[in-house]
């Protein structure tokens, strides 16, 4: 088990960047998942310390060793693929066994170790069959069943639930949770799911066009993102934005009047802050024409089940509220939206977040 | 009348009428004329095998007289194991030495393409002209690798003389020409194997030559059997390229089945002993063909 550091890494595929100059530590015993859209560059910097890729420039290293152009095999990880890369032609017993034969592990310790990693899996009844006759959810355990049989210094996963049904997405995601938790071991995890990157890291690294974003707890992500675009990215719905002006008191966004305190009024005027950002959660519907509210219109309203979202039309562009259940309007009726800009960020027009959403408030 | 029984009375029902006749009629050109070129050759060579000729000429039916006397027949026996270890020992040539060059040209790098166009040509040659060339290359008086021996100072080099030089001289010839063929199927099998497995043993820790042992020959196997008996049926059959280096000679060192066959049938006009050979030979490449494919489903995982 060792920390994992990317230090100036890039790597292009003919004229094409796919990572800009990547420095990203992961600590020892952390999981860290790297997230943003495809082709962000996420997949490209896990290859390349699995070593099946090389980078251009920059320099990998895990615990202290670098390993920047050591052969796979040498770097002592264990690596989970998205299409889970199972060994057709052998057994689920061949397969997980497979790390330790190459290590000359003799057959009586492979079939302990085999044995308890089945049992901790729960595939025990699977170990005489052929990948092909598995379901996907089963490969996917026995994709992670080898991964975990030996002590790698560190896990790699690429997308490993991104083939499985929403459902089993779920189950899995708590139980490769509890798994590395229990292992301790270093982790990486390529996703591009949000829910998967908040829900199970220690460590939520984004990443846009080869560019790192952020690298933040789950919580500090969410609530204190770093630029316009992880604060859009993560979240679902995601984070409204709408350009803003300051008046004389308070701010206006959309034809509405907003208060601000002073000091985040003195703050924003000082950076040039152009948009205002608020979660769909900060923002409650009011009765239309009401003082400190915007008026809009109501676009659509999609009952969730648990919680209602409404997507109010304003001048300058939508805000998506997210409200009580059993929440009702009809399509195009007038609609008041107010927020408290304590919770609200503010982007400059490069997207950087100038001023960030107030600490919460006691009491409430 | 209503919309919908205006557009019955045009709707046609399935499996009435030229529906049913015309799947036969499309097929019975091609029918007819398998049976003409396939079907009633081989039956008019099983009835042949089953008659005594003299001249030429059938004069009697002898049952299976000439299916026994093959196993009494010295030269039969004879060209059935120059047969078998020219087959055996030019097939096991070919497979691998056409592995490791696909395994070779499977990998990306620069002149690839070309390489791969190369290897190919000695398959598209005609198999005459190809053997006409190794006779040039094999005769003794000015042939190259005489002319090279000599030029090194050595004296000229015997190849077709020798029995057992005239037999790997035609094996030569057969890796040398069917090669590609081998390396063709391979490569496209290699090519057409999924990445990421590969991957994982990389990551899992295996060297280049355990990957090789441990994931490519097996994944390659069904491919590779596939290879191995479509040369080997192929090979039973060769006739040509002897024929035009060695005819069988010196003595009978060269002499396979096809070329006992040829000459029983067309020097000595023993044409019911021919056809007799013949459907025997035919026999056992069946009976390898289908030993072959048991043992290719035996080898691919349900």
Known sequence: MSAVTFSGVEKSFGSVAALRSLDLAVPDHAFLALLGPSG???????????????PTAGKVSIGDRDVTRLQPRDRDIAMVFQSYALYP?????????????????????????????????????????????????????????????????AFLMDEPLSNLDARLRMTMRGEIKRLCHSLGTTTLYVTHDQAEALTMADL???????????????????????????????????????????????????????????????????????????????VELVAPNQPNALNGEVYVVEPMGNETLVDVRVSTGRLVVRTRRGFTAAIGSAAGVAFDTHNACF?????????HRAPSKGGE | MSVVARLSANVRRQGEGLDLALPYLLLAPAVLFAFAVLVYPIWDGI????????????????????????????????????????????????????????????????GVRLLRGILI????????????????????????????????????????????????GLVALDVWEWTPLEFLILLAGIQSLPVE??????????????????????????????????????????????????????????????????????KFQDTGYAAALFVTMGLLILAAALAAVRIMKGMTPP
């Open chain 1, 40 to 54: 962000c560059g996420k997949t490209t910097a896990l290859r390349i310390l699995a070593g099946l890729e090389l």
């Open chain 1, 347 to 355: 982007f400059d027009a490069q997207g950087l977040t100038r001023v």
């Open chain 2, 197 to 266: 497995p590969f991957e994982a043993a990389r990551v899992d820790g295996a060297s280049p030559w355990r990957v090789l042992l441990d994931h490519t020959l097996p994944m390659l196997k069904p491919v590779l059997a596939i290879a191995i008996v479509l040369r080997t049926i192929d090979a039973f059959g060769t006739f040509d390229q002897v024929f035009v280096l060695t005819r069988g000679g010196p003595g009978e060192a060269t002499k396979l089945l096809s070329i006992y066959g040829y000459d029983t049938a067309f």
């Open chain 1, 89 to 153: 032609h052998m057994t689920v017993y061949d397969n997980i066994r497979y790390p330790l034969r190459i290590r000359n592990m003799s057959e009586s310790e492979c079939r302990k170790k085999v044995t308890d990693v089945a049992a901790t899996l729960e595939i025990g009844h699977l170990l005489d069959r052929f990948p092909r006759q598995l379901s996907g959810g089963q490969r996917q355990r026995i994709a992670l069943a080898r991964a975990i049989v030996r002590d790698p210094a």
């Open chain 1, 204 to 282: 939520v690294a984004v990443m846009r066009d080869g560019v790192l974003q952020q690298v933040a707890p789950p919580a500090e992500i969410y609530d204190q993102p770093a630029n316009r675009f992880v604060a859009t990215f993560v979240g679902v719905p995601p984070m409204n934005v709408l350009p803003v002006e300051f008046g004389r008191d308070g701010i206006q966004v959309a034809g509405g009047v907003l208060g601000l305190s002073d000091d985040r009024r003195t703050a924003c005027l000082k950076a040039g802050v152009s948009d205002v950002g608020i979660r769909p959660e900060d």
């Open chain 2, 47 to 110: 009835r042949a095998s089953t008659m005594s000729y003299r001249y030429g000429k059938a004069v009697g039916w002898v049952g299976f007289d000439n299916y026994t006397r093959l196993w009494s027949d010295p030269q039969f026996l004879n060209a059935l194991w120059v047969t078998v270890s020219f087959v055996a020992l030019a097939v096991a040539f070919e497979t691998v030495l056409g592995l490791a060059l696909a395994l070779f040209c499977a990998n990306e790098f620069r």
């Open chain 2, 121 to 168: 040509i000695p398959m598209v040659i005609t198999p005459v002209v190809v053997a006409i060339v190794f006779r040039l290359i094999y005769a003794s008086d000015a042939g190259m690798l005489t002319v090279v021996s000599q030029s090194l100072g050595g004296g000229p080099v015997e190849i077709l003389g020798h029995p057992a030089r005239a037999f790997l």
